[in-house]
Structure formats: structure tokens, C-alpha cells
């Protein structure tokens, strides 16, 4: 069973638009960390957050901004005001104790911005 | 200076060859990790080295196998290359296993042909 879903595997907006990347996950760990990477179209991987399974504080970096909720095993991301450079494709992923710690990603959401 | 480099960037090789890709840090970190990110951009981790201690993905090939000298290189070489180990393939590392954020190279491009 996939452990991390990311259902839009393409989206398509007009710069200045928000955009809400959306990461669905399952663990049976109480303890668990999950992560959003931005992979642009040269191809290297980008760390942009690390967020751990007791803290479910909002985050704004920027533009950008994370929603997790534990309720909802969910931890979207938020662009607002959207440029070009953010287009990417954008990962979700997930670390839990029990499986080594080794991240388990999503599938990934190619995000495109039009001018 | 790259925090997390790879050689080669790209690798085109014919079926049956042994080949190897290198990667080091210079983060200072203890962690090291290999992914393979398939033509779908499916990434999938390989193997994570913490130290002395492999650890190994149950579905990784035994033609694949990581080689660490020291902490700051984890080398990877891949015996009898098939058709399907086309993809492109990355070296990562963290301070500490998972749990920390993990930082990667560039990515090799590996095509069998």
C-alpha cells in the first residue's frame, strides 16, 4: 500500500494564482517526520521543510506555506502569488522509525505556471 | 563548494557492463542514502548507510551493491546491467538517519542500451 499519496499529479495555474499541493499519508508510527521536496526541471532535488509528527503548527516561509493535520493523516503545501521559477515538480515525503528511517515519497506533483 | 556531489552525470553503457557511480559529501554528515528515480519520476530509496550499518531495500537487485570507504563517499556499483536500471539515480545525505532533512546530489542519468 502506497504510504504517501500526492492525487493531483499535475497542476496547471497562471502566475499570481495560489496553488494548494496536497499530501496524503499513512504511518503506524507515533513518531514520524515528513518532508516536501522541489525537483525543477534541472532535475536536482531541493529540501524546502521537515516537519515532525508532535508538531502541527502552521508554517509560512515567503510564499510559501504548510498545513499539516493529523486528523486528516494530510500535510499540504500552499504557494501564494505564484511565479514561473516555481514550476517543478513538487515531492512529499515521509520517515517513520519503524521502517528504518528511510524517506518514502509520493509520487510527486508537477506544478506548471504560465506567465 | 557542493555540499553533495556525483560523477558521472550521465553514463550510457551497453547491457551486461559493470558500472559505478561515486558520490561524496562534504556536509560533515554520518548518513548516506541511494535513490533511484524512474522515467515516471517515481523516486524509491536504494539503500541507506548510517556509519558501519547497511541497510537494504528488500527489493534492491544483489547487481547493486554500495560501497563506503569512508563517511563522506558512498559509492555505487551496479554488475550485469540490464535494460530496466535505465533511470536516473541519486545520492543523498542526512546528519543522523531519517528523521533529519536529507540533502541530495545532482543525479547520475544511467542509460542501458
Known amino acids: 500500500a502506497q504510504k504517501v499519496t500526492q492525487a493531483q499529479t499535475e497542476i496547471s495555474v497562471v502566475e499570481k494564482e495560489d496553488v494548494t499541493l496536497d499530501c496524503v499519508y499513512e504511518?503506524?508510527?507515533?513518531?514520524?517526520?515528513l518532508f516536501w521536496y522541489k525537483q525543477p526541471p534541472s532535475g536536482e532535488l531541493v529540501f524546502l521543510i521537515r516537519?515532525?509528527?508532535?508538531?502541527?503548527q502552521n508554517e509560512i516561509s515567503g510564499r510559501y506555506s504548510w498545513n499539516f493535520q493529523k486528523s486528516t493523516s494530510s500535510f499540504n503545501f500552499t504557494i501564494t502569488a505564484s511565479q514561473v521559477v516555481d514550476s517543478a515538480v513538487y515531492f512529499c515525503?515521509?520517515?517513520?522509525?519503524?521502517?528504518?528511517?528511510?524517506?518514502?515519497f509520493g509520487g510527486g506533483t508537477r506544478l506548471m505556471v504560465k506567465p | 563548494d557542493t555540499a553533495v556531489s556525483q560523477t558521472p552525470k550521465y553514463l550510457v553503457t551497453q547491457m551486461g557492463n559493470d558500472k559505478s557511480i561515486k558520490c561524496e559529501q562534504n556536509?560533515?554528515?554520518?548518513?548516506m542514502y541511494w535513490y533511484k528515480q524512474d522515467s515516471k519520476k517515481f523516486l524509491k530509496i536504494m539503500f541507506s548507510?548510517?556509519?558501519?550499518?547497511?541497510?537494504i531495500n528488500e527489493t534492491v537487485p544483489n547487481r547493486f551493491s554500495p560501497k563506503s570507504p569512508d563517511k563522506a563517499h558512498l559509492n555505487l556499483h551496479i554488475n550485469s546491467l540490464e535494460l530496466g536500471d535505465s533511470a536516473v539515480y541519486f545520492c543523498?545525505?542526512?546528519?543522523?538517519?531519517?528523521?533529519?532533512?536529507?540533502?541530495f546530489g545532482p543525479g547520475t542519468r544511467l542509460t542501458v542500451t
Open positions: 543523498a545525505s542526512s546528519q543522523g538517519q531519517g528523521t533529519y532533512e536529507q540533502y
Open positions: 504511518t503506524r508510527d507515533t513518531t514520524y517526520y
Open positions: 516537519r515532525n509528527s508532535f508538531d502541527e
Open positions: 515525503a515521509l520517515s517513520e522509525a519503524y521502517a528504518g528511517n528511510m524517506l518514502t
Open positions: 556536509l560533515g554528515h554520518d548518513t
Open positions: 548507510y548510517n556509519n558501519k550499518e547497511l541497510i
